[in-house]
Nanobody, 117 residues
Framework: QVQLVESGGGLVQAGGSLRLSCVASGNIFSINVMGWYRQAPGKQRELVADITRSGITNYADSVKGRFTISRDNAKNTVYLQMNSLKPEDTAVYYC???????????WGQGTQVTVSS
């Protein structure tokens, strides 16, 4: 079993910043990709950013230049630094981990990010 615990969400005004953290525990050998997804009300879950074990990053166009993903392999933790937040960034943010040669996905429970205008 793999457990993912997110933290750092909250309410912030437009233009503000938040930092999300996600700690993985349990059977966490061979972690490949770690990433962040988000889901706004009435919309599909979408990729925000992800990062490989070697540090290669990938971002959604909507967050490029504003969000930065990073990971600490020793702590099995992935971070998402979110700057210049906009009301359209409001969503539940989910951490995702891909593990092992079969590429099995694991998800966190989500953390709410609300950006007020």
């Amino acid at each position: 079993q793999v457990q993912l615990v997110e933290s750092g969400g909250g309410l912030v005004q437009a233009g503000g910043s938040l930092r999300l953290s996600c700690v993985a525990s349990g059977n966490i050998f061979s972690i490949n990709v770690m990433g962040w997804y988000r889901q706004a009300p009435g919309k599909q879950r979408e990729l925000v950013a992800d990062i490989t074990r070697s540090g290669i990053t990938n971002y959604a166009d909507s967050v490029k230049g504003r969000f930065t993903i990073s990971r600490d392999n020793a702590k099995n933790t992935v971070y998402l630094q979110m700057n210049s937040l906009k009301p359209e960034d409001t969503a539940v943010y989910y951490c995702k981990l891909v593990r092992g040669p079969l590429g099995i996905d694991y998800w966190g429970q989500g953390t709410q990010v609300t950006v007020s205008s």
